[in-house]
Protein backbone atom coordinates (compact mmCIF):
# COMPACT_ATOMS: atom_id res chain seq x y z
CA UNK A 1 0.00 0.00 0.00
CA UNK A 2 1.56 3.64 -0.90
CA UNK A 3 2.30 5.49 2.26
CA UNK A 4 0.80 8.11 4.09
CA UNK A 5 4.03 10.91 2.70
CA UNK A 6 3.65 9.56 -1.29
CA UNK A 7 -0.21 10.15 -1.41
CA UNK A 8 -0.12 13.65 0.76
CA UNK A 9 2.77 14.72 -2.05
CA UNK A 10 0.64 13.81 -5.22
CA UNK A 11 -2.51 15.38 -3.82
CA UNK A 12 -0.50 18.68 -2.54
CA UNK A 13 -1.92 21.19 -0.72
CA UNK A 14 -4.95 21.80 -2.86
CA UNK A 15 -6.53 18.29 -1.83
CA UNK A 16 -5.15 17.54 1.13
CA UNK A 17 -8.08 17.57 2.91
CA UNK A 18 -8.98 14.14 1.45
CA UNK A 19 -6.39 12.53 3.76
CA UNK A 20 -8.17 14.57 7.20
CA UNK A 21 -8.94 11.16 8.51
CA UNK A 22 -6.23 8.81 7.42
CA UNK A 23 -5.18 8.17 10.99
CA UNK A 24 -8.91 7.35 12.19
CA UNK A 25 -9.16 4.76 8.65
CA UNK A 26 -8.87 0.64 9.43
CA UNK A 27 -5.82 -1.24 6.78
CA UNK A 28 -9.23 -2.15 4.40
CA UNK A 29 -10.15 1.78 4.10
CA UNK A 30 -6.55 3.01 3.84
CA UNK A 31 -5.95 0.58 0.95
CA UNK A 32 -9.11 1.71 -0.74
CA UNK A 33 -8.47 5.40 -0.56
CA UNK A 34 -4.69 4.41 -1.63
CA UNK A 35 -5.88 2.73 -4.45
CA UNK A 36 -8.33 5.17 -5.42
CA UNK A 37 -5.81 8.30 -5.12
CA UNK A 38 -3.00 5.86 -7.24
CA UNK A 39 -5.37 5.45 -10.09
CA UNK A 40 -5.80 9.08 -10.86
CA UNK A 41 -3.83 12.21 -12.73
CA UNK A 42 -4.58 14.93 -9.92
CA UNK A 43 -2.52 17.31 -11.82
CA UNK A 44 -4.00 16.96 -14.88
CA UNK A 45 -7.77 16.86 -13.40
CA UNK A 46 -6.97 20.24 -11.58
CA UNK A 47 -5.87 21.75 -14.59
CA UNK A 48 -8.91 20.34 -16.48
CA UNK A 49 -10.88 22.25 -13.62
CA UNK A 50 -9.24 25.20 -14.34
CA UNK A 51 -8.96 25.20 -17.74
CA UNK A 52 -12.79 25.19 -17.72
CA UNK A 53 -13.57 28.09 -15.81
CA UNK A 54 -11.40 30.19 -18.00
CA UNK A 55 -13.02 29.11 -21.39
CA UNK A 56 -13.50 32.64 -23.42
CA UNK A 57 -16.74 33.27 -25.09
CA UNK A 58 -16.47 31.71 -28.65
CA UNK A 59 -16.72 33.71 -31.89
CA UNK A 60 -19.06 32.56 -34.75
CA UNK A 61 -17.95 33.84 -37.55
CA UNK A 62 -16.20 30.64 -38.92
CA UNK A 63 -19.81 28.67 -37.91
CA UNK A 64 -21.19 26.88 -41.12
CA UNK A 65 -24.05 23.92 -42.20
CA UNK A 66 -22.59 20.79 -43.36
CA UNK A 67 -22.04 20.93 -47.35
CA UNK A 68 -25.08 19.20 -49.07
CA UNK A 69 -22.54 16.91 -50.79
CA UNK A 70 -21.68 15.11 -47.22
CA UNK A 71 -25.34 15.46 -45.90
CA UNK A 72 -27.38 11.99 -46.88
CA UNK A 73 -30.86 12.05 -46.20
CA UNK A 74 -31.89 8.47 -45.81
CA UNK A 75 -35.43 9.02 -46.92
CA UNK A 76 -34.62 11.06 -49.93
CA UNK A 77 -32.24 8.40 -51.24
CA UNK A 78 -33.43 6.08 -54.29
CA UNK A 79 -34.69 3.14 -53.40
CA UNK A 80 -31.79 0.94 -55.07
CA UNK A 81 -29.31 2.90 -54.01
CA UNK A 82 -30.31 2.38 -50.51
CA UNK A 83 -30.66 -1.36 -51.30
CA UNK A 84 -27.03 -1.18 -52.40
CA UNK A 85 -26.05 0.02 -49.23
CA UNK A 86 -27.86 -2.47 -47.05
CA UNK A 87 -26.07 -5.02 -49.66
CA UNK A 88 -22.73 -3.82 -48.58
CA UNK A 89 -23.43 -3.41 -45.05
CA UNK A 90 -24.51 -7.10 -44.59
CA UNK A 91 -21.56 -8.46 -46.58
CA UNK A 92 -19.41 -6.57 -44.32
CA UNK A 93 -21.30 -8.36 -41.27
CA UNK A 94 -20.84 -11.58 -43.45
CA UNK A 95 -17.36 -11.08 -43.24
CA UNK A 96 -16.73 -10.48 -39.51
CA UNK A 97 -16.01 -6.94 -40.11
CA UNK A 98 -18.45 -4.91 -38.05
CA UNK A 99 -18.09 -3.83 -34.49
CA UNK A 100 -20.87 -2.38 -32.86
CA UNK A 101 -20.19 0.02 -29.46
CA UNK A 102 -22.60 0.36 -26.96
CA UNK A 103 -22.13 3.26 -24.31
CA UNK A 104 -23.76 1.93 -21.36
CA UNK A 105 -21.81 3.71 -18.66
CA UNK A 106 -24.02 6.31 -17.41
CA UNK A 107 -25.81 6.70 -13.89
CA UNK A 108 -28.89 7.81 -15.15
CA UNK A 109 -29.57 10.07 -12.67
CA UNK A 110 -31.97 12.19 -14.32
CA UNK A 111 -34.25 8.50 -14.67
CA UNK A 112 -34.28 7.81 -11.11
CA UNK A 113 -33.36 4.31 -11.65
CA UNK A 114 -31.66 1.80 -9.01
CA UNK A 115 -29.94 -0.51 -11.38
CA UNK A 116 -28.54 0.24 -15.03
CA UNK A 117 -30.58 1.92 -17.79
CA UNK A 118 -30.16 -0.43 -20.37
CA UNK A 119 -30.92 -3.66 -17.64
CA UNK A 120 -34.82 -2.22 -17.18
CA UNK A 121 -37.40 -4.31 -17.49
CA UNK A 122 -39.65 -2.22 -20.15
CA UNK A 123 -42.84 -4.77 -20.10
CA UNK A 124 -42.86 -5.24 -23.86
CA UNK A 125 -43.65 -8.58 -23.16
CA UNK A 126 -41.18 -9.64 -25.26
CA UNK A 127 -38.15 -11.74 -22.93
CA UNK A 128 -38.04 -12.41 -19.71
CA UNK A 129 -35.16 -9.52 -20.15
CA UNK A 130 -37.19 -7.23 -22.32
CA UNK A 131 -34.56 -4.35 -21.66
CA UNK A 132 -32.81 -2.17 -24.09
CA UNK A 133 -29.56 -3.94 -24.25
CA UNK A 134 -32.32 -6.83 -25.09
CA UNK A 135 -33.24 -5.25 -27.79
CA UNK A 136 -30.35 -4.36 -29.36
CA UNK A 137 -28.83 -7.78 -28.59
CA UNK A 138 -32.19 -9.36 -30.40
CA UNK A 139 -31.03 -6.73 -33.31
CA UNK A 140 -28.01 -8.12 -33.45
CA UNK A 141 -29.05 -12.11 -33.72
CA UNK A 142 -31.71 -11.06 -36.44
CA UNK A 143 -28.98 -9.23 -38.87
CA UNK A 144 -26.36 -12.47 -38.39
CA UNK A 145 -29.12 -14.31 -39.95
CA UNK A 146 -30.04 -12.26 -42.51
CA UNK A 147 -26.22 -12.10 -43.69
CA UNK A 148 -26.35 -15.56 -43.60
CA UNK A 149 -29.16 -15.88 -46.09
CA UNK A 150 -27.53 -13.14 -47.99
CA UNK A 151 -24.59 -14.63 -48.27
CA UNK A 152 -24.72 -18.32 -47.29
CA UNK A 153 -21.24 -19.63 -47.76
CA UNK A 154 -20.31 -16.94 -44.89
CA UNK A 155 -19.56 -17.18 -41.40
CA UNK A 156 -21.17 -13.54 -39.90
CA UNK A 157 -20.21 -12.20 -36.81
CA UNK A 158 -20.77 -8.93 -35.14
CA UNK A 159 -18.24 -8.33 -32.26
CA UNK A 160 -20.51 -6.06 -29.48
CA UNK A 161 -18.67 -4.08 -27.04
CA UNK A 162 -20.28 -3.13 -23.98
CA UNK A 163 -18.59 0.03 -22.58
CA UNK A 164 -19.98 0.59 -19.04
CA UNK A 165 -18.41 1.95 -15.33
CA UNK A 166 -17.57 1.35 -12.03
CA UNK A 167 -21.34 1.61 -11.10
CA UNK A 168 -23.17 -0.42 -13.76
CA UNK A 169 -20.22 -3.29 -14.53
CA UNK A 170 -21.66 -5.74 -12.29
CA UNK A 171 -25.48 -5.47 -12.71
CA UNK A 172 -24.85 -5.26 -16.35
CA UNK A 173 -22.41 -8.49 -17.36
CA UNK A 174 -25.06 -10.40 -15.39
CA UNK A 175 -27.62 -9.23 -16.98
CA UNK A 176 -26.24 -9.59 -20.98
CA UNK A 177 -25.11 -13.04 -19.47
CA UNK A 178 -28.85 -13.89 -19.77
CA UNK A 179 -29.35 -11.48 -22.79
CA UNK A 180 -27.04 -13.53 -24.85
CA UNK A 181 -28.40 -16.99 -24.13
CA UNK A 182 -32.03 -15.68 -24.85
CA UNK A 183 -31.13 -14.30 -28.47
CA UNK A 184 -28.37 -17.78 -29.39
CA UNK A 185 -25.40 -14.39 -30.02
CA UNK A 186 -21.96 -16.14 -28.79
CA UNK A 187 -20.68 -14.53 -25.76
CA UNK A 188 -17.20 -14.97 -27.51
CA UNK A 189 -18.12 -11.63 -29.68
CA UNK A 190 -19.20 -9.55 -26.39
CA UNK A 191 -16.79 -7.88 -24.86
CA UNK A 192 -17.50 -5.91 -21.38
CA UNK A 193 -15.29 -3.09 -20.82
CA UNK A 194 -15.46 -0.37 -18.18
CA UNK A 195 -14.50 3.82 -18.75
CA UNK A 196 -12.73 5.86 -16.11
CA UNK A 197 -13.97 7.80 -12.81
CA UNK A 198 -12.87 11.18 -12.92
CA UNK A 199 -13.38 12.59 -9.43
CA UNK A 200 -15.73 15.15 -8.44
CA UNK A 201 -15.18 18.71 -7.52
CA UNK A 202 -16.90 21.43 -5.36
CA UNK A 203 -17.34 24.62 -6.93
CA UNK A 204 -13.98 25.78 -5.66
CA UNK A 205 -12.13 22.64 -7.27
CA UNK A 206 -11.75 20.79 -4.03
CA UNK A 207 -12.21 16.78 -4.79
CA UNK A 208 -15.39 16.07 -2.92
CA UNK A 209 -15.46 12.51 -0.76
CA UNK A 210 -18.58 10.50 -1.08
CA UNK A 211 -17.04 8.77 2.71
CA UNK A 212 -14.17 9.41 4.83
CA UNK A 213 -12.32 7.12 2.74
CA UNK A 214 -13.48 6.88 -0.53
CA UNK A 215 -13.84 9.97 -3.11
CA UNK A 216 -16.74 10.91 -5.37
CA UNK A 217 -16.14 9.91 -8.56
CA UNK A 218 -18.48 9.75 -11.96
CA UNK A 219 -17.59 8.27 -15.05
CA UNK A 220 -15.07 10.46 -17.79
CA UNK A 221 -18.44 10.87 -19.86
CA UNK A 222 -18.48 8.72 -23.16
CA UNK A 223 -15.32 10.09 -24.93
CA UNK A 224 -14.20 8.59 -22.06
CA UNK A 225 -14.80 5.10 -25.01
CA UNK A 226 -11.21 6.60 -26.24
CA UNK A 227 -8.93 5.85 -23.42
CA UNK A 228 -10.90 2.41 -22.25
CA UNK A 229 -11.19 0.80 -26.10
CA UNK A 230 -7.56 1.47 -26.94
CA UNK A 231 -6.29 -1.43 -25.24
CA UNK A 232 -9.01 -4.02 -27.21
CA UNK A 233 -8.08 -2.25 -30.31
CA UNK A 234 -5.05 -4.76 -31.60
CA UNK A 235 -7.62 -7.95 -30.71
CA UNK A 236 -10.73 -6.69 -32.50
CA UNK A 237 -8.01 -5.62 -35.53
CA UNK A 238 -6.57 -9.42 -35.76
CA UNK A 239 -10.39 -10.63 -35.94
CA UNK A 240 -10.88 -8.46 -39.36
CA UNK A 241 -13.19 -5.76 -37.74
CA UNK A 242 -13.10 -2.88 -40.15
CA UNK A 243 -16.43 -0.79 -39.40
CA UNK A 244 -17.60 0.69 -36.20
CA UNK A 245 -21.47 1.72 -34.93
CA UNK A 246 -20.96 3.56 -32.02
CA UNK A 247 -24.13 4.47 -30.09
CA UNK A 248 -25.84 4.99 -26.68
CA UNK A 249 -27.95 2.53 -24.50
CA UNK A 250 -30.84 4.48 -24.26
CA UNK A 251 -32.71 4.44 -28.04
CA UNK A 252 -35.04 1.83 -27.95
CA UNK A 253 -35.38 2.44 -31.74
CA UNK A 254 -31.66 2.16 -32.74
CA UNK A 255 -30.43 0.02 -35.41
CA UNK A 256 -27.56 -1.24 -34.04
CA UNK A 257 -25.06 -2.20 -36.84
CA UNK A 258 -26.91 -0.16 -39.56
CA UNK A 259 -26.51 -1.60 -42.49
CA UNK A 260 -27.63 1.31 -44.88
CA UNK A 261 -25.45 3.61 -42.37
CA UNK A 262 -22.22 1.37 -42.99
CA UNK A 263 -23.15 0.28 -46.74
CA UNK A 264 -23.33 4.25 -46.94
CA UNK A 265 -20.14 4.83 -45.28
CA UNK A 266 -18.55 2.27 -47.53
CA UNK A 267 -19.51 3.70 -50.57
CA UNK A 268 -18.82 7.25 -49.67
CA UNK A 269 -15.39 6.20 -48.49
CA UNK A 270 -16.31 8.21 -44.94
CA UNK A 271 -14.11 7.29 -42.38
CA UNK A 272 -15.77 9.16 -39.82
CA UNK A 273 -20.23 9.87 -39.56
CA UNK A 274 -22.98 11.22 -37.44
CA UNK A 275 -26.35 10.08 -37.67
CA UNK A 276 -28.67 13.43 -37.28
CA UNK A 277 -32.35 14.34 -37.13
CA UNK A 278 -33.87 17.15 -38.73
CA UNK A 279 -33.76 19.76 -36.02
CA UNK A 280 -37.46 21.83 -36.78
CA UNK A 281 -37.39 24.05 -33.76
CA UNK A 282 -34.60 26.39 -33.12
CA UNK A 283 -34.82 25.94 -30.10
CA UNK A 284 -35.00 22.49 -28.94
CA UNK A 285 -32.41 20.89 -26.67
CA UNK A 286 -30.54 19.13 -29.44
CA UNK A 287 -27.02 19.94 -30.55
CA UNK A 288 -25.71 20.46 -34.04
CA UNK A 289 -23.59 19.24 -36.41
CA UNK A 290 -21.65 21.70 -38.53
CA UNK A 291 -18.53 22.79 -39.66
CA UNK A 292 -16.17 25.29 -37.57
CA UNK A 293 -13.29 26.90 -39.85
CA UNK A 294 -13.74 24.01 -42.25
CA UNK A 295 -13.55 20.96 -38.97
CA UNK A 296 -16.68 19.09 -38.41
CA UNK A 297 -17.68 19.85 -34.49
CA UNK A 298 -21.07 19.30 -32.49
CA UNK A 299 -21.91 22.90 -31.61
CA UNK A 300 -23.82 22.40 -27.74
CA UNK A 301 -27.86 23.92 -27.80
CA UNK A 302 -26.68 25.92 -25.17
CA UNK A 303 -24.10 27.46 -27.37
CA UNK A 304 -25.72 28.03 -30.52
CA UNK A 305 -26.34 32.05 -30.72
CA UNK A 306 -30.17 32.79 -31.33
CA UNK A 307 -29.37 34.38 -34.77
CA UNK A 308 -27.50 31.31 -35.79
CA UNK A 309 -30.27 29.20 -34.27
CA UNK A 310 -33.31 30.89 -36.32
CA UNK A 311 -31.03 30.99 -39.45
CA UNK A 312 -33.38 29.20 -42.49
CA UNK A 313 -32.52 28.31 -45.86
CA UNK A 314 -34.71 29.35 -48.77
CA UNK A 315 -36.71 25.92 -49.07
CA UNK A 316 -37.26 27.21 -45.03
CA UNK A 317 -35.56 24.68 -43.38
CA UNK A 318 -33.56 25.63 -40.36
CA UNK A 319 -29.63 25.94 -41.83
CA UNK A 320 -28.69 24.29 -38.39
CA UNK A 321 -30.55 21.68 -38.74
CA UNK A 322 -28.59 18.17 -38.07
CA UNK A 323 -29.30 17.53 -34.72
CA UNK A 324 -26.75 15.02 -32.79
CA UNK A 325 -28.18 12.05 -31.73
CA UNK A 326 -25.35 10.09 -30.53
CA UNK A 327 -24.84 7.14 -32.98
CA UNK A 328 -21.40 7.65 -35.02
CA UNK A 329 -19.65 5.61 -37.53
CA UNK A 330 -15.85 4.68 -37.77
CA UNK A 331 -13.76 3.01 -39.47
CA UNK A 332 -11.09 1.13 -37.34
CA UNK A 333 -8.46 3.33 -38.87
CA UNK A 334 -9.98 6.84 -37.55
CA UNK A 335 -10.77 4.83 -34.16
CA UNK A 336 -7.19 3.57 -33.58
CA UNK A 337 -5.77 7.31 -34.47
CA UNK A 338 -8.51 9.58 -32.15
CA UNK A 339 -7.67 6.60 -29.39
CA UNK A 340 -4.21 7.20 -29.26
CA UNK A 341 -2.59 8.70 -26.12
CA UNK A 342 -1.33 11.47 -27.95
CA UNK A 343 -4.66 12.80 -29.02
CA UNK A 344 -6.22 15.08 -26.30
CA UNK A 345 -9.61 15.56 -25.77
CA UNK A 346 -11.23 18.74 -23.67
CA UNK A 347 -12.69 18.24 -20.83
CA UNK A 348 -16.75 19.72 -20.52
CA UNK A 349 -18.58 21.19 -17.49
CA UNK A 350 -21.79 19.22 -15.92
CA UNK A 351 -23.06 21.22 -12.36
CA UNK A 352 -24.60 18.73 -10.52
CA UNK A 353 -26.15 17.80 -7.10
CA UNK A 354 -23.46 15.59 -6.09
CA UNK A 355 -23.99 13.85 -2.53
CA UNK A 356 -21.09 14.31 -0.07
CA UNK A 357 -19.07 13.40 3.11
CA UNK A 358 -19.12 16.98 4.91
CA UNK A 359 -15.89 16.76 6.98
CA UNK A 360 -17.10 19.12 9.35
CA UNK A 361 -20.01 17.20 10.84
CA UNK A 362 -18.69 13.47 9.43
CA UNK A 363 -21.83 13.38 7.64
CA UNK A 364 -23.27 12.43 4.51
CA UNK A 365 -24.83 15.28 2.52
CA UNK A 366 -27.76 14.68 0.03
CA UNK A 367 -27.82 18.38 -1.72
CA UNK A 368 -31.27 19.86 -3.21
CA UNK A 369 -29.37 22.36 -5.56
CA UNK A 370 -26.05 21.53 -7.60
CA UNK A 371 -23.34 21.82 -5.28
CA UNK A 372 -20.58 20.16 -7.30
CA UNK A 373 -18.91 19.75 -10.97
CA UNK A 374 -18.82 16.78 -13.29
CA UNK A 375 -15.70 16.85 -15.79
CA UNK A 376 -16.91 14.90 -18.78
CA UNK A 377 -15.34 14.68 -22.46
CA UNK A 378 -17.91 14.28 -24.94
CA UNK A 379 -17.46 10.99 -27.91
CA UNK A 380 -18.21 13.75 -31.12
CA UNK A 381 -14.67 15.47 -29.74
CA UNK A 382 -12.44 13.85 -32.31
CA UNK A 383 -14.80 14.98 -35.27
CA UNK A 384 -12.34 17.28 -35.98
CA UNK A 385 -9.96 14.54 -36.94
CA UNK A 386 -12.24 13.26 -39.40
CA UNK A 387 -11.06 13.53 -43.30
CA UNK A 388 -13.83 12.26 -45.01
CA UNK A 389 -16.85 12.78 -43.02
CA UNK A 390 -20.89 11.94 -43.39
CA UNK A 391 -23.94 13.15 -42.03
CA UNK A 392 -26.44 10.02 -41.78
CA UNK A 393 -29.80 12.20 -41.51
CA UNK A 394 -32.48 9.43 -40.57
CA UNK A 395 -36.62 9.98 -39.58
CA UNK A 396 -36.75 10.83 -35.93
CA UNK A 397 -40.28 8.78 -35.83
CA UNK A 398 -38.05 5.85 -37.25
CA UNK A 399 -34.81 5.77 -35.04
CA UNK A 400 -34.74 7.79 -32.34
CA UNK A 401 -36.63 7.65 -29.17
CA UNK A 402 -34.35 7.73 -25.97
CA UNK A 403 -35.14 6.83 -22.09
CA UNK A 404 -33.29 9.60 -20.14
CA UNK A 405 -36.22 10.58 -17.60
CA UNK A 406 -38.29 9.35 -14.97
CA UNK A 407 -42.11 8.53 -15.81
CA UNK A 408 -43.50 12.09 -14.32
CA UNK A 409 -41.61 14.29 -16.70
CA UNK A 410 -43.95 12.93 -19.24
CA UNK A 411 -41.45 12.60 -21.93
CA UNK A 412 -38.46 10.13 -23.40
CA UNK A 413 -39.43 8.50 -20.72
CA UNK A 414 -40.63 4.45 -20.04
CA UNK A 415 -43.95 5.06 -22.08
CA UNK A 416 -43.22 7.63 -24.56
CA UNK A 417 -40.15 4.84 -25.49
CA UNK A 418 -43.19 2.07 -25.72
CA UNK A 419 -44.93 4.01 -27.45
CA UNK A 420 -42.68 4.93 -30.15
CA UNK A 421 -41.86 1.75 -30.74
CA UNK A 422 -45.00 0.25 -30.87
CA UNK A 423 -46.22 3.06 -33.49
CA UNK A 424 -43.06 1.93 -35.69
CA UNK A 425 -44.08 -1.77 -35.53
CA UNK A 426 -47.29 -0.83 -36.94
CA UNK A 427 -46.13 1.35 -39.29
CA UNK A 428 -43.71 -1.61 -40.46
CA UNK A 429 -47.13 -3.35 -40.61
CA UNK A 430 -48.68 -1.06 -42.61
CA UNK A 431 -46.46 -1.14 -45.49
CA UNK A 432 -46.00 -4.83 -45.44
CA UNK A 433 -50.16 -4.45 -45.93
CA UNK A 434 -50.94 -6.17 -42.52
CA UNK A 435 -54.35 -4.67 -41.70
CA UNK A 436 -54.74 -4.98 -37.37
CA UNK A 437 -58.51 -5.10 -38.55
CA UNK A 438 -60.73 -4.97 -35.31
CA UNK A 439 -58.33 -3.34 -33.26
CA UNK A 440 -60.77 -0.01 -32.37
CA UNK A 441 -58.53 0.89 -29.96
CA UNK A 442 -54.91 1.27 -31.14
CA UNK A 443 -53.68 -1.32 -28.72
CA UNK A 444 -49.54 -1.52 -28.91
CA UNK A 445 -48.06 -3.99 -30.88
CA UNK A 446 -44.77 -5.10 -30.14
CA UNK A 447 -42.58 -6.71 -32.98
CA UNK A 448 -39.36 -8.62 -32.15
CA UNK A 449 -36.29 -7.71 -32.85
CA UNK A 450 -35.37 -11.51 -34.06
CA UNK A 451 -38.62 -11.38 -36.43
CA UNK A 452 -37.53 -8.34 -38.10
CA UNK A 453 -34.77 -5.96 -38.01
CA UNK A 454 -36.12 -2.78 -40.08
CA UNK A 455 -39.52 -4.38 -41.03
CA UNK A 456 -38.41 -6.60 -43.23
CA UNK A 457 -40.21 -10.12 -43.94
CA UNK A 458 -43.18 -9.69 -42.62
CA UNK A 459 -46.42 -11.34 -44.13
CA UNK A 460 -49.11 -9.18 -46.45
CA UNK A 461 -52.86 -9.38 -46.03
CA UNK A 462 -55.91 -9.06 -43.16
CA UNK A 463 -55.05 -10.65 -39.82
CA UNK A 464 -58.26 -9.91 -37.24
CA UNK A 465 -58.09 -10.74 -33.60
CA UNK A 466 -59.40 -13.92 -32.14
CA UNK A 467 -59.08 -14.48 -28.24
CA UNK A 468 -55.97 -11.76 -27.86
CA UNK A 469 -54.00 -14.29 -30.49
CA UNK A 470 -53.41 -13.06 -34.14
CA UNK A 471 -51.39 -15.79 -36.61
CA UNK A 472 -50.02 -14.53 -39.83
CA UNK A 473 -49.53 -16.46 -42.98
CA UNK A 474 -45.75 -16.62 -42.51
CA UNK A 475 -45.81 -18.18 -38.92
CA UNK A 476 -45.71 -14.94 -36.77
CA UNK A 477 -47.94 -14.64 -34.05
CA UNK A 478 -49.58 -11.76 -32.61
CA UNK A 479 -50.54 -12.45 -28.73
CA UNK A 480 -51.73 -9.86 -26.60
CA UNK A 481 -50.27 -6.74 -28.36
CA UNK A 482 -46.81 -8.39 -29.32
CA UNK A 483 -45.55 -10.07 -32.87
CA UNK A 484 -43.16 -13.02 -32.45
CA UNK A 485 -42.23 -15.96 -33.67
CA UNK A 486 -44.50 -19.41 -33.79
CA UNK A 487 -42.74 -22.49 -32.42
Not at 442 to 447: D, E, L, Q, T
Amino acid sequence: MTSFETLSNKLGDGQSHVLTYWDQLNDEEKHSLASQIDGINVGLYEQAFKEVQMLKPQSFEQISPISEDRHIVKSELDPKIKDEHWDLGLKAISRGEVGAIVMAGGQATRLGADQPKGTINLGLGLSSTDSLLWIQAARIARLLKLAKEAYPDSSPSIQWLVMTSNSTMEETRNHLVKVVQDVGISMDDVTIFSQAEIPCFDLNGKFLLSSRSSLATAPDGNGGLYAAIRPLLPKLKSRGVKHFHIVCVDNILCRIADPHLIGCAIDMNADCAATTVEKTNPFESVGVVCLESGHVRVLEYSEIPKELAEKRDPNGKLSFRAGSVAMHYFTMDFLEKVSDESVRLPFHVAKKKIPYFDLSTSTVVQPKEPNGIKLEQFVFDVFPHAKRFLVWEVLRHEEFSPLKNAEHVGRDCISTIRRDFASECRRWLARAGVELSGDKYGNPVYISPLVSYAGEDLSKGQISPSNGVIKMTNGLLVENGTVAQTS
